[in-house]
T-cell receptor, first 115, second 114 residues
Framework: AQSVTQLDSQVPVFEEAPVELRCNYS??????LFWYVQYPNQGLQLLLK??????LVKGINGFEAEFNKSQTSFHLRKPSVHISDTAEYFC?????????????FGAGTRLFVKA | DGGITQSPKYLFRKEGQNVTLSCEQN?????MYWYRQDPGQGLRLIYY???????QKGDIAEGYSVSREKKESFPLTVTSAQKNPTAFYLC?????????????FGPGTRLTVT
């Protein structure tokens, strides 16, 4: 069975500090990986995605993520966070299976940036 | 501006009543999705549609129904059979129902049933 695990439910961090939000997945086949951000009472919007090629993916708002196939991880990083980065972040994995494909979302990590 | 609209933003209903949540997109996307979001559980797929007049059950379809009569519209009905309907509901769309395509989300509808 495929699953997506976001290792931290909440991450408090001070403004201008670096942050890493961790995501691990389980799959025996090739996958596509996504990070979405959700601001309070809003829908999700795409931060970045990995389809193939370079394992370091750059996204919007200064975020980047690194795909590590051997560790089945896709951690999200930002070198210096702002108050406005306070939001919930979701890792998602899509893979092909019999009859089509499936996208599974992690439970989310709430990033709280403090002044 | 292209995007997805969901209405209303907040919805209150009495137990035992059916309620329909609206989702409209002007992105010319073929695929549309409905998710339910509960605290600490991420997003769970209720129904999805790859093309007009066709839709498939997701992981938690029981107690829900959908229709896809127009490309732009994918309304979700929460029936009285849904045991725990209070949740945040998100509609999404993508160009095609393909694994590599990201999904575009609406702002959501928060449904409270008492």
């Amino acid at each position: 069975a495929q699953s997506v695990t976001q290792l931290d439910s909440q991450v408090p961090v001070f403004e201008e500090a670096p942050v890493e939000l961790r995501c691990n997945y389980s799959s025996s086949v090739s996958v596509y990986l996504f990070w979405y951000v959700q601001y309070p009472n809003q829908g999700l919007q795409l931060l970045l995605k990995y389809l193939s090629g370079s394992t370091l993916v750059k996204g919007i708002n200064g975020f980047e993520a690194e795909f590590n196939k051997s560790q089945t991880s896709f951690h999200l990083r930002k070198p210096s966070v702002h108050i406005s980065d306070t939001a919930e972040y979701f890792c998602a994995v899509s893979k092909f299976n019999t009859g089509g494909f499936k996208t599974i979302f992690g439970a989310g990590t709430r990033l709280f940036v403090k002044a | 501006d292209g995007g997805i609209t969901q209405s209303p933003k907040y919805l209150f209903r009495k137990e035992g009543q059916n309620v329909t949540l609206s989702c409209e997109q002007n992105l010319n996307h073929d695929a549309m999705y409905w998710y339910r979001q509960d605290p600490g559980q991420g997003l769970r797929l209720i129904y999805y549609s790859q093309i007009v007049n066709d839709f498939q059950k997701g992981d938690i379809a029981e107690g829900y129904s959908v229709s896809r009569e127009k490309k732009e519209s994918f309304p979700l009905t929460v029936t009285s059979a849904q045991k725990n309907p209070t949740a945040f509901y998100l509609c999404a769309s993508s160009t095609r129902d393909r694994a590599e395509n990201e999904q575009y989300f609406g702002p959501g509808t928060r449904l409270t049933v008492t």
